[in-house]
């Protein structure tokens, strides 16, 4: 009598050891997200080459892996799988820029970065998405908490409706163009805590101060910067979404383009622009050109690339070694200049856009139509490489959002190097369970 009663108290505890450590390790998985990643994105990753990251992903989605103010000296494998074709930087950094911030639109490295962005994009964000969709891009300690941007301190990621956290349109509503278009663009929108985004109204972005410009590195220390950061995401929307008419001056987003130029070379990409521009990409099918290029904006204004700017691509610094020095530029202007010189023969011989009797190739498909978006194909001109694209219609569907109900195999999926001991007393647990209503 005794053995069986203490027999059934030993299972009754068993049972309801087993039915709580089940209850803390489901708990313990739905959190570990927070772990998954590094402590803070402050904290450097140490990463130098694309071989390095560790990403961390839920479902098609990827948590940024980058550290603010860490330096990118090298290309995702996202970023490199990006650029194809005819888009690969030898190709696109001979298309001709513009002389200045009046005609760059009508250049044609302008229309090429467009259609690229363009092409590639098979997904757009609605506002309401971005509020969960923060926890991937703009992650603090891999989902538990998101990064402000303008302060870097961590808030989120559950909505509260704005009390505490809120979206920041860096390119102001206001300013939009007439069709809204990339206003709800999780490229442009960041997070913000409410009273740093309240403080800056609607300003443009720039450096004389008073009550005309907003400068966002008001409210960061020793060093920290996110003024190029601000200066690729007005370029990115200025292309992507063709928002030209309201870029400069007070009545525009940026000051002007020499301050643009300025804050991209004093606070050059980081890694967690690198990373965010992956989780972006898993998420939209686009990326920001400007973080992987910084180059494009010199040469999209005509402007000369400095010769010592750090780059993910190293693009810059390869231009300024390849450029000529002054002893040698009067050597090879003068042999251009020269009627023997064959170069000049062959650069004559090729016509200009405006003058070509146009030659296409055959279509390429850059993006199959879907539901939510016309498809694009191009061609290019055989005899002097200008680039057609022509809109694919769309077929008849709705768009829908993104679906949020990952479940707990996902989870675990997502996290097994940091959860394996835990998903192991999950399994030992159930098993028991599961053991004990065979028996009974």
């Known amino acids: 009598m005794l053995v069986c009663l203490i027999k059934h108290k030993r299972e009754v505890f068993m049972k309801g050891f087993a039915k709580i450590t089940l209850t803390v390790a489901l708990a313990a998985c739905l959190i570990t997200p927070a772990f998954a990643q590094t402590a803070s994105a402050a904290t450097p990753t140490g990463y130098t080459c694309a071989e390095d990251v560790r990403y961390v992903k839920s479902g098609k989605y990827i948590y940024n892996w980058g550290a603010r103010g860490e330096e990118a000296t090298f290309l995702s494998t996202y970023a490199e799988d990006f650029y194809t074709g005819s888009y690969v930087y030898s190709a696109l950094s001979e298309e001709a820029g513009g002389s200045g911030s009046s005609d760059a639109p009508k250049s044609d490295l302008y229309k090429a970065l467009q259609t690229l962005m363009d092409s590639k994009q098979t997904y757009e964000t609605s506002y309401n998405a971005t509020r969960e969709l923060f926890r991937y891009t703009d992650c603090e300690k891999g989902g538990g908490a998101i990064s402000c941007f303008y302060t870097k301190k961590a808030i989120g990621p559950a909505w509260d409706g704005g009390s505490t956290w809120n979206r920041e349109h860096t390119w102001p509503n206001s300013k939009g163009d007439a069709s809204g278009n990339g206003e709800n663009d ?255």
């Open 186 to 440: 999780i490229m442009m929108l960041r997070p913000t805590d409410s009273k740093t985004n309240s403080g800056r109204g609607n300003k443009a972005y720039g450096e004389s101060g008073g009550t005309t410009f907003y400068d966002p590195d008001k409210y960061l220390k020793d060093g920290d910067s996110v003024r190029g950061d601000c200066a690729r995401i007005m370029l990115y929307v200025y292309t992507r979404w063709g928002n030209t008419g309201r870029m400069w001056g007070a009545s525009g987003v940026m000051e002007s383009l020499p301050i643009l130029l300025k804050w991209m070379e004093e606070d050059p990409v980081d890694t967690w622009e690198m990373g965010r521009n992956d989780a972006v990409q898993a998420i939209t099918g686009t990326r920001n050109v400007f973080v992987d290029y910084p180059e494009y904006a010199w040469l999209l204004f005509g402007a000369e690339l400095p010769d010592d700017m750090v780059t993910p691509s190293g693009e810059a610094k390869k231009s300024a070694s390849d450029r000529p020095d002054d002893s040698s530029s009067s050597d090879i202007d003068s042999s251009v200049s020269s009627p023997d010189d064959s170069s000049s023969d062959i650069d004559s011989s090729k016509p200009s856009q405006g003058e070509c009797e146009h030659v296409f190739g055959e279509w390429t498909i850059t993006r199959e139509p879907t539901d939510e978006k016309d498809g694009l194909r191009s061609h290019t001109c055989t005899i002097c490489g200008l680039l057609e694209v022509e809109k694919i219609p769309r077929p008849s569907g709705d768009s829908s959002e993104p679906n949020w109900g990952n479940n707990l195999l996902l989870l675990l999926n997502c996290n097994a190097t940091v959860v394996s001991p835990i998903s192991l007393t999950v399994i030992l647990a159930c098993a028991y369970v599961l053991g004990r209503k065979k028996e009974s």
